[in-house]
């Protein structure tokens, strides 16, 4: 997605996210799922669809508080799926629900999904996709891929010739603390 680095910059919605977000890593649980969440919901839209609902998600999804929304039943599922201001697909709301229920289970297993994501790391793609596959719901090679690109684990996000890519690199994220070579695919 290195073509961001030309059309993001002075973008209403994109400028921002390129700038503050995208490749950044993130260590916060309701951070990654939130993230985690709009991957899932961007699939079969476009990404500014979904930076332009971002305060609509996070109101709807109670600040994507772990805890609050694994917790959720039809009552939920009702008044999520009759809110104009998010995307309102079925699918997408009960994946993004069950996922919650997943990385509690994480949690508790590994004291956090960052934790998990962690001890996971460094994986080529196709790992990463097989492993998010048969841990969480709606997760395919693209919305995984994002994921762990826009959440820093993952190579692609900026070019080096970038300006936020030389922030990012200041940061050290995951995917620069390893062998690039890993995550060549063979």
């Not at 209403?12 to 991957?39: T, V, W």
């Not at 939920?76 to 289970?105: E, M, T, W």
């Not at 196709?126 to 998010?132: A, P």
């Not at 959440?151 to 995951?174: M, Q, S, W």
Request: a negative charge.
């Amino acid at each position: 997605m290195n073509w961001y680095c030309d059309v993001a910059p002075g973008h209403e919605f994109h400028g921002p996210y390129h700038a503050e977000e995208y490749g950044f890593p993130i260590e916060d649980d309701h951070k990654l799922f939130e993230r985690l969440a709009f991957e899932i919901f961007q699939a079969g839209l476009s990404w500014l669809t979904i930076l332009k609902k971002k305060d609509h998600f996070i109101r709807a999804f109670d600040g994507f508080d772990i805890d609050k929304v694994a917790a959720y039943g039809e009552d939920d599922i009702a008044r999520l799926l009759g809110d104009a201001s998010i995307i309102r697909n079925k699918l997408k709301i009960n994946a993004i629900i069950h996922n919650a229920r997943v990385i509690q289970d994480l949690q508790k297993e590994q004291g956090s999904f960052a934790n998990w994501l962690t001890s996971q790391h460094p994986k080529p793609k196709s790992q990463w996709v097989k492993l998010f596959k048969k841990t969480f719901k709606f997760t395919g090679g693209e919305i995984t891929g994002e994921f762990l690109m826009s959440t820093g684990y993952l190579p692609g996000t900026h070019r080096e010739d970038c300006p936020v890519f030389k922030k990012i690199a200041k940061i050290n994220p995951p995917w620069m603390q390893v062998d690039p070579t890993i995550y060549e695919e063979g």
